[in-house]
């Protein structure tokens, strides 16, 4: 997983990979704001790592925390509630009031799903692209020999 943000308008949780690839960052360039890091590991995972969230005083804050830890029922008990893994990778809430301009982030993968196909020839583009067509070709190949 790695980094994670929060919406401080919205409480949407996004991954820096998520905000990569809807056009808000890069590797070298943070989001704007509202757009926060919950500081954490590099390497947090959600398997280890509970993202939580809580609105105080008119914004939204973010956090991660271990699982195992005493720490995380002590949050949850404070009220800060725990984001799911399908919420984030949904790119965060339905309600996205403060996200005019994003875009759908399904919307910028398909796009890049087309524009790396778009160069191939149709038949590679028939297979969905050259990882398919390579796959295709080493069976082919496995069922000759």
Sequence with gaps: MGSFFIDTESGRIATLRQLTFAGLADTMTPPPRPWHQIRASGDASTLWYAVLRKQERGIWLGTLVFRQGDHYPL???KGWEEVSVEEIAGFGPATAASQEGIGDLDD?????AAAEIAGHTPEIRALGGLGAAQEAGERGSDDRG
């Design 108 to 112: 910028a993968i398909q796009a890049l």
């Design 75 to 77: 949050l949850l008990q």
